[in-house]
């Protein structure tokens, strides 16, 4: 068998230009420094739904779920992650790997998680390995359409849509686990979100965890408050907000890590696969597959998208456990 460095580098090259060059490659999205680059691109990406002053879609009126952000997304990506198919092509696996690493570190109880704000379902999916019974909620009527057809083989998983959560039927004997991959940075409103975070944490049973990998910014306010300008979409809460809220609600966050993301904190497999001559041809030729099949093998053979220490990150997976007496 070949040593998977010889594989890598086969298929990647050295891999050696520095990480520091990865920016200026998105100098078409945001031609200005590494901040106003994030915020420039969330912004133009994200246009769409703060012109129109667009709210999250649990906001809406489910009858008019079909003009609302998320459904348009949907519509037009087949998805609800990254517009830039190159950057959701690693981003998706990334986060799915990430998370299925840590649901496989769980012990205890495993009967039944929620995938809060499950998008086209692929971690409602994931969860189904690991939960006797998966709920995989998102208010958007066309996202959750297409996530029944996605994974209409998985039995247990039950799709359910309702315009909030407030409005959702859940387990009566309690949760094991709720899951939220960028879900609760999209919901804007203050009171709102508590009021999310007290019915989630009240559905949990003591003991019982919220994983969430979300924005959650590093102490320097200025960083977080650059991000949220002109930005209709996202908190871009920092972290010490985001402890504060979730201990509020009983939740204390017992393990935090920087997770990568390919503006501010790239990993060098994301590097790899982006300047990656073999994924690059793909590419070229439309054959998304093995573009896919590029950052699958990267992701799964360098591992290296966390990190345990202070790192200047925006995103964070913050695993968070449900007190006694909470
Ligand atoms: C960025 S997508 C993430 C989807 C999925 N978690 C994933 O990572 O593939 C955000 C999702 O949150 C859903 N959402 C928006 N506001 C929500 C709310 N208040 N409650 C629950 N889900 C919400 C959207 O419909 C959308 O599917």
């Not at 087949?78 to 959701?88: A, L, M, N, S």
């Not at 979409?233 to 972290?239: A, G, N, T, V």
């Not at 985001?242 to 790239?266: A, C, I, K, M, Q």
């Not at 202070?310 to 997976?317: A, D, F, Q, W």
């Amino acid at each position: 068998m070949l040593a998977p460095s010889l594989v890598l580098s086969t298929l990647y090259g050295s891999g050696h230009e520095s990480s520091g060059g990865g920016l200026s490659r998105y100098a078409i999205l945001a031609p200005d420094g590494a901040q106003d680059h994030f915020a420039a691109m969330t912004t133009r990406v994200y246009a769409r739904g703060s012109a129109e002053g667009a709210p999250p879609c649990a906001q809406q009126d489910p009858e008019e779920a079909g003009v609302d952000f998320w459904t348009e997304r949907v519509r037009r990506y087949g998805h609800t992650g990254w517009c830039d198919p190159v950057i959701y092509d690693f981003e998706q696996r990334a986060r799915l790997y990430t998370v299925a690493r840590r649901l496989a570190t769980y012990a205890g109880q495993k009967d039944v998680a929620l995938d809060f704000g499950t998008g086209t379902g692929d971690f409602a999916r994931l969860l189904a390995c690991h939960y006797r019974r998966v709920v995989a909620f998102d208010p958007c009527v066309e996202v959750v359409d297409l996530a029944r057809r996605k994974h209409a083989g998985v039995a247990n998983i039950e799709f359910r849509q309702a315009p909030s959560v407030a409005q959702l039927d859940l387990a009566d004997e309690g949760l094991d686990l709720i899951l939220s991959v960028t879900v609760l940075d999209h919901i804007l409103d203050d009171s709102e979100l508590d009021e999310t975070l007290a019915r989630l944490a009240r559905k949990l049973k003591p003991g019982g965890r919220l994983l969430a990998l979300e924005y959650a910014v590093n102490a320097d306010e200025s960083a977080a408050l650059a991000l949220r300008k002109g930005n209709a979409y996202q908190r871009f809460s920092p972290l010490g907000e985001w402890r504060e809220r979730l201990g509020r609600h009983g939740l204390s966050v017992e393990r935090l890590t920087s997770f990568h993301d390919p503006y501010h904190n790239p990993a060098p497999s994301w590097e790899r696969y982006r300047k990656s001559l073999v994924r690059r041809a793909a590419h070229r030729l439309g054959w998304r597959a093995v573009e896919g099949l590029c950052a699958q093998l990267l992701i799964l053979s360098l591992r290296d998208l966390e990190w345990a220490g202070e790192r200047p990150s925006l995103l964070k997976l913050m695993d968070c456990r449900k007190g006694a007496g909470a």
